[in-house]
């Protein structure tokens, strides 16, 4: 091994690094011929920088960020990068392809093969940093699963140790089934505890061990197991009875992590059936079961272990697949929520919808929470329940049959690591989450959080390439999703990796073919204080002297008095005096008070729109802007009485505004008749002798002619309908209310009657200021089809001053004889048209205009009405049976 290592490497720029055909370190830096590179991605209006591998079929499987130095480490598929943290390529290891049989064990690099070889992609399966002894864990899928390690500055080769059956760890080569931690300890060798898919090669694996992870990388001990007696290891493997009994039987390895003195994995497994009857068929048709296992790190017989199953249920549907999890610390808000203490751990997971289709699993999802406190103590009730002698093992997997739980007299402490009894114990009965969020449509695969200001913040990776922020409050109130970016361009799915910056400033998030650098936060896309504050962002807030959304500590002097707002009940809040302004008063004075603002000192200054800007006086919180002058007032649009135009205050102390209110500047003239006038929304008065509407009553002539209020508006009254037969002279009473008295000079009353297009003007006689009337006048209109005709009409004075007519009052002009050529249908016409048919002229008309010598009139107010001289118009022969016709008539309107 050591003879191939030292016969190639490649130098450059004065260091030294291995190369060769299982491992060169190749030192990639701007302009360099290596294809993996970052670059800059615009999704819309944000830009993220990203790094894509050299070649898009070696995806990428996971990343870690070193919690001193920043840089990025990224196992992909025959590849290990090291980045900075910006993502520019600083180290590229090669891990393969190489030449490889997965039925070759030991493998080829131990002894020859004789089975078939190929070239074979190297899946980066485990990627951990050993921070006591600065360097990297990386495990692959070549050569049943090897590990390296490697020197974290340069990715030099350290010891890729092969020779012992302990080295290999599994030859799946599928991403995302093996997990691992590291338990350093101080001063001596630390370890390393491995769970992983076997894919049903249970005598070559282990599903879970613990192993050595001596300081010296060329240690004969580096990975062996911590105990490994004919009797008792630090090991499991899945009994091959197991496999026999569920053909597809795994244990896949989605998370592991270290809290207090115990280690914890979470795994899904299919469930076992409890007889002995084989569950065959294919995956899809078994049911899984997401488990939480814990051992202690000091536990080398795995006298500890215990596995419970875990899940989460909201509105009665149970989320039981697990998708990815993450440990963090609660923050004073969730912890609160939980009754827990902000330094304890909490473990925020994902699961899909069921217990089916692991491996496509559906996409209703959820987002969960469970505190270690918990756990530990649902743990704790298992052990003790157990020991009490109640119930059995319940791990048929692993034991074949029910055990009987043995009852002894131990105490179980918070910290027992179990004993030769009552052990490896399982159990059934569901270790429950809180449900934060749920999800129908777009599976979440990958969580990750951190605390900011209190608040614990989930940052959750769906299978569309998407990245949800979520405010996590905790029960009763779950998850606030604030905001969701597509971050993933082609749509593909987040990877469970996910890291943040040292600074925190940023996420990375990982899909097979990218990394992209995201920030934490998106504050400048608010414009407002009140869009930022009612964001749910709890990065957000308000930089009140520099107008913008932001993070607190990229606002100045944000510790000063009401210089930066944190709540929404914090922004500025600003009332100007007045708050409209007639468009014929220049430089009006306005009073703006403001509240919740910082010293204004350094002075103000006053924007009207893009009209002008001006000098404010600032005393205290109140502050005099000089409203435009003549030649700078707005134009008012037409059709409109106002035109509103931003007040802005402007600090002179960072130039930006501070807050901005609305003034109203409106024109009364543009009214023509008193009620709009005076329901206009501004100051307007009406002065009804020069049929004006301004906004200073003091220019009417008289002051009893000023009008403020709509009922003492000048307007006609509805009474009965006004009926006039056409071309009859007839005299029209109005019912009116403060109809004015003409004055000196004033002409009198008209009404104006507008039929079918043409003005008639007809003279009108005021009697009082509650009545006028419309002089005897006659009106026409053409053609015979139209039997009634409203038509408007407005009463005038003065020539051109009108009288309001708020019920839109109409004259309705008729004739008789319209459309009602026959008797029947003459008698037909309503009542109040008086109508009636004169017998001997045959036609319908009104009775003064019948001859009195005629022998009869006929209307509906006569008795014994009856028509003369009917016609039958059609026939019609119903029935089929000759000689039996009914003879159907229509007769004519006179029957």
């Not at 037969?725 to 004015?740: D, F, H, S, Y």
Request: glycine share 8%; charged share 20%.
């Amino acid at each position: 091994m050591e003879g191939w290592r030292s016969r190639r490497v490649t130098q450059y720029s004065g260091r030294t690094f291995p190369a060769g055909p299982r491992g060169g370190a190749v030192l990639a830096m701007l302009g360099c011929w290596v294809l993996a590179v970052a670059a800059t991605v615009c999704q819309g209006q944000t830009t993220f920088t990203s790094f894509h591998p050299e070649r898009r079929e070696w995806a990428f499987n996971h990343l870690t960020v070193h919690q001193t130095t920043g840089a990025l480490y990224i196992g992909a598929v025959n590849r290990v990068y090291k980045l900075s943290g910006n993502l520019t390529l600083m180290v590229s290891h090669d891990t393969g392809p190489e030449d490889d049989n997965k039925a070759c064990y030991p493998p080829l690099i131990v002894q020859p093969c004789s089975e078939p070889l190929t070239s074979t992609n190297n899946v980066n399966k485990l990627l951990l940093i050993d921070y006591s002894q600065n360097r990297l864990l990386a495990c692959g899928s070549l050569y049943q699963g090897v590990c390296k390690l490697l020197r974290l500055d340069d990715l030099f080769i350290l010891v890729e140790p092969s020779h012992k059956k302990e080295h290999y760890l599994s030859s799946v080569n599928q991403t995302g089934t093996m997990y691992g931690v590291i338990v350093p300890s101080h001063g001596q060798d630390g370890t390393l505890f491995i769970g992983t898919a076997v894919d049903g090669k249970q005598d070559y694996f282990p599903t879970i061990s613990s192993r050595k992870l001596p300081r010296d990388p060329e240690s004969s001990a580096m990975l062996d197991y911590e105990l490994h007696t004919d009797f008792v290891s630090s090991l499991i493997k899945i009994p091959s009875d197991t496999l026999a009994l569920v053909y597809h039987f795994d244990i896949y390895y989605v998370y592991g992590f270290a809290s207090g003195s115990f280690v914890y994995f979470l795994t899904v497994q299919p469930e076992t059936p409890e007889n002995s009857m084989s569950s065959g068929g294919s995956s899809n048709d078994l049911f899984y079961t997401s488990r939480i296992v814990r051992l202690c790190k000091d536990d080398h017989k795995f006298h500890s272990y215990v596995s419970l199953p875990v899940g989460c249920v909201r509105n009665g549907v149970e989320y039981r697949l697990l998708q990815a999890a993450y440990l963090a610390k609660p923050g004073r808000v969730l912890a609160a929520s939980l009754n827990i203490s902000a330094t304890d751990d909490v473990l925020f997971t994902v699961f899909s919808k069921g217990q089916k289709q692991y491996h496509q699993p559906p996409d209703d999802s959820a987002l969960c929470v469970f505190t270690i406190k918990d756990i530990n103590a649902r743990i704790k009730e298992r052990l003790q329940s157990c020991y009490q002698g109640e119930g059995n093992l319940e791990l048929n997997w692993l034991l074949g049959k029910d055990v009987q739980c043995t009852k002894a007299p131990v105490p179980i402490d918070d910290s027992f690591c179990g004993l030769d009894i009552n052990q490896p114990l399982g159990g059934s009965q569901l270790v429950t989450g809180h449900t934060l969020y749920t999800e129908t449509r777009d599976r979440m695969t990958s969580v990750t959080s951190y605390v900011y200001n209190g608040y614990c913040v989930a940052f959750v990776g769906t299978k569309s390439g998407r990245l949800k922020k979520i405010r996590v409050d905790g029960p009763p109130h779950g998850g606030v999703q604030y905001e969701t970016m597509l971050v993933i361009k082609d749509g593909s799915p987040i990877l469970r990796d996910m890291a943040f910056s040292l600074d925190h400033n940023y996420l990375y998030v990982m899909s097979e073919r990218q990394v992209m650098q995201i920030p934490i936060e998106s504050c400048d896309q608010y414009g407002t204080c009140g869009e930022c504050l009612s964001s749910g962002d709890p990065h957000c807030g308000w930089c009140v002297l520099h107008n913008m959304c932001s993070q607190k500590d990229h606002c100045e002097r944000a510790d000063e008095p009401y210089r930066f707002a944190a709540v929404l009940s914090q922004c500025v809040k600003a009332t100007v005096y007045p708050d409209s302004i007639a468009v014929s008063e220049p430089s009006v004075p306005l009073l703006v008070k403001v509240s919740d603002v910082p010293d204004l000192s350094a002075g103000i200054t006053c924007s009207f729109g893009n009209l002008t800007e001006v000098e404010g006086q600032v005393s205290g919180n109140q502050i005099l802007c000089v409203s435009p002058t003549a030649k700078d007032v707005p134009l008012i649009p037409t059709d409109q009485d106002w035109s509103g135009v931003e007040l802005r205050l402007n600090s002179k102390e960072t130039g930006q505004m501070v807050i901005s209110t609305e003034v109203k500047f409106y024109n009364c003239s543009v009214h023509q008749l008193c009620l709009s006038c005076v329901n206009s929304a501004f100051r307007c008065h009406w002065c009804k002798y020069r049929n004006l509407c301004t906004h200073d009553p003091s220019s009417c002539s008289f002051q009893e002619g000023r009008v403020n209020a709509s009922e003492d508006c000048p307007q006609l009254v509805r009474s009965e309908e006004i009926l006039i037969p056409a071309g009859e002279v007839k005299p029209i009473t109005l019912k009116a209310r403060n109809l004015p008295q003409p004055q000196s000079g004033q002409r009198g009353y008209e009404c104006v009657l507008h039929i079918q297009g043409v003005s008639h003007r007809v003279t009108a006689l005021r009697f009082n200021s509650s009545s006028v009337q419309c002089q005897n006048s006659s009106y026409l209109y053409e053609g015979m089809k139209i039997s009634e005709l409203p038509v408007d009409f407005s009463v005038v004075w003065n020539g051109n001053f009108i009288i309001d007519n708020p019920d839109n009052i109409q004259v309705h002009l008729y004739k008789c004889a319209a459309q009602r050529d026959s008797c029947g249908m003459c008698l037909k016409a309503q009542r109040k048209f008086q109508c009636g048919w004169c017998s001997g002229e045959g036609r319908c008309t009104l009775r003064h205009h019948c001859p009195p010598l005629n022998p009869r009139w006929l209307d509906l107010s006569s008795k014994n009405v009856k028509c003369t001289n009917p016609r039958i118009t059609e026939l019609h022969c119903k029935g089929e049976v000759p000689d039996t016709y009914t003879l159907e008539a229509c007769l004519s309107d006179s029957l």
